[in-house]
């Protein structure tokens, strides 16, 4: 989405929907080092998507004791909310948001019928963890499955006093879980585009800007200063390139174009000599990842 935004432009929608992923990116790495403190009885496991009765779903962090499995949706809301039999609107307009109990709630019972289904039998507990500082949350009944800002700490060190040694059986859950995630799922709706659609250049990973030549072996960002090898940016744009168009053979002449003939053909047929799999004809060489 962001190299869409660069070298395409996106309409105001598209662009709305990728602030939303943005912000849930940020707000589950920002949850994941969280859990760093936890204890080695705990297993975690992040973005798992799973699938039971052809119904797909997300969880953003699944954690494993020894006699529960913890389940929690991330949510990096900003704002002041209330909440008030079951709806979570924003405060003081009263916009309701998509519920996000009912969609931890729909987590939960198919993780539950998954777990039937490969005869894992365990408690599921489900947590919404509002992980950003400025969320703020007017409620008047306690709900035991909503985790505010201030309260995660707290909880995780509750989570480690409590906590069971996993065994086997557990890592065998685990080790299932990770097998039945799929990971050919791509649940974010990108809007459609060519190779011809996209600008050609090489733009700077920190503020998007075009890169300007530095010296023979770097480039570098008048903007922001941000400066790097060529040989390290190349592998970059190659990488970038495979994300947007995995089913394009990996040629020389493809990221030479890629890259708005910024590099020069030589450098770009050695990082890809270096980094990938040489394969065809002495013309028709391409390149694959393994
Ligand atoms: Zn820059």
Request: hydrophobic fraction near 35%.
């Amino acid at each position: 989405m962001n190299q869409l935004a660069i070298r395409k432009g996106l309409n105001p929608e598209d662009n709305d929907y990728r602030n939303h992923l943005i912000k849930g990116f940020e707000g589950e790495q920002k949850f994941d080092k969280l859990l760093d403190e936890l204890n080695d009885e705990h297993l975690i496991m992040q973005d798992l998507s799973l699938e039971i009765n052809r119904q797909t779903f997300q969880i953003d962090a699944i954690v494993i004791t020894g006699n529960k499995i913890m389940l929690f949706e991330i949510k990096n809301y900003q704002g002041e909310y209330t909440f008030h039999e079951n709806e979570l609107k924003s405060y003081p307009y009263g916009n309701i948001i998509l519920n996000p109990l009912s969609q931890l709630n729909r987590s939960c019972t198919l993780l539950r019928m998954l777990l039937e289904k490969i005869d894992i039998n365990s408690p599921i507990e489900g947590q919404l963890v509002f992980i950003n500082d400025f969320f703020v949350l007017y409620r008047n009944v306690e709900q035991r499955s909503l985790l505010l800002p201030q309260q995660i700490r707290k909880y995780i060190i509750q989570m480690n006093k409590q906590s069971v040694p996993v065994r086997a059986a557990q890592k065998a859950c685990a080790d299932r879980l990770l097998r039945l995630h799929k990971t050919e799922d791509r649940y974010i709706q990108v809007p459609e585009y060519t190779f011809e659609d996209l600008n050609k250049g090489v733009y700077c990973p920190k503020c998007s800007l075009t890169l300007r030549k530095k010296n023979r072996r770097t480039a570098y960002c008048p903007h922001c200063g941000f400066f790097d090898l060529n040989t390290r940016i190349i592998s970059n744009e190659i990488k970038t390139f495979s994300l947007l168009f995995p089913d394009y053979d990996l040629k020389t002449s493809v990221i030479y174009d890629w890259c708005g003939t910024f590099f020069t053909k030589d450098s770009i047929q050695r990082t890809l000599a270096k980094e990938y799999i040489e394969k065809g004809s002495r013309k028709g060489t391409y390149y694959v990842k393994e």
